[in-house]
């Protein structure tokens, strides 16, 4: 079989988040906790004119862990499902932009008894828009390698697609972790150090 590799979230968000990435029908969720109630959101962007947005998801994240289906195989039709930890760090800022970077992100999965993965390193940049119970965003740049393996198998590709790229996704926030849950999985985020709240 021939793997065939595939945009995903990231995302994402992600995003990952964000949210995901990988073969080629690789969906991507992320989840993220924070260490502010979900409820409360920036006092002075309605003063301002500016998009108020939910203070608990605004900051730095590091993917703890998550799990989705992907189609791995251009000739499967099957989704088939993979899971993660770490290896992703996201970045939510209060202007409304994002960014992604991967570094050693390996997702793992099986097919017929044998192993499947994907590493996956690079950037991603993004729109994002959120409320206290949802995550929305949309890719603007990305720049990823992706190394998928099925047994001894290997193939690698380049990844710079944005066109289909973005995505809706529901989130959790509580305390300093952020889950985020999509139709093929969920993800979850971890706050950082580098920066929280604003």
Not at 55 to 64: M, N, P, R, T, Y
Request: aromatic share 10%; net charge positive.
């Amino acid at each position: 079989m021939v793997v065939a590799l595939v945009a995903s979230v990231a995302l994402a968000a992600s995003a990952q988040a964000r949210a995901k990435a990988s073969p080629e029908s690789v969906s991507d969720g992320l989840q993220t906790t924070s260490a502010t109630p979900a409820a409360e959101e920036s006092s002075d962007s309605s003063r301002s004119g500016i998009k108020s947005y939910p203070l608990c998801v605004v900051g730095s994240w590091k993917l703890q862990k998550d799990s989705f289906k992907i189609q791995f195989f251009s000739d499967v039709s099957t989704r088939i499902p993979f899971s993660s930890r770490g290896g992703i760090v996201m970045v939510l800022r209060p202007d409304g932009k994002g960014s992604a970077t991967y570094k050693n992100y390996v997702s793992t999965g099986t097919y017929q008894g044998v192993g499947l993965s994907t590493k996956i390193n690079g950037s991603e940049q993004f729109k994002w828009t959120a409320t206290d119970k949802t995550l929305d965003y949309k890719y603007t740049k990305v720049s990823r390698t992706i190394v998928a393996k099925f047994g001894s198998q290997s193939d690698t590709s380049t990844d710079h697609e944005t066109k289909e790229r973005g995505g809706y996704t529901t989130i959790k926030c509580t305390g300093n972790v952020m889950t985020e849950k999509y139709s093929d999985g969920t993800v979850t985020w971890v706050r950082t150090d580098e920066f929280g709240v604003y």
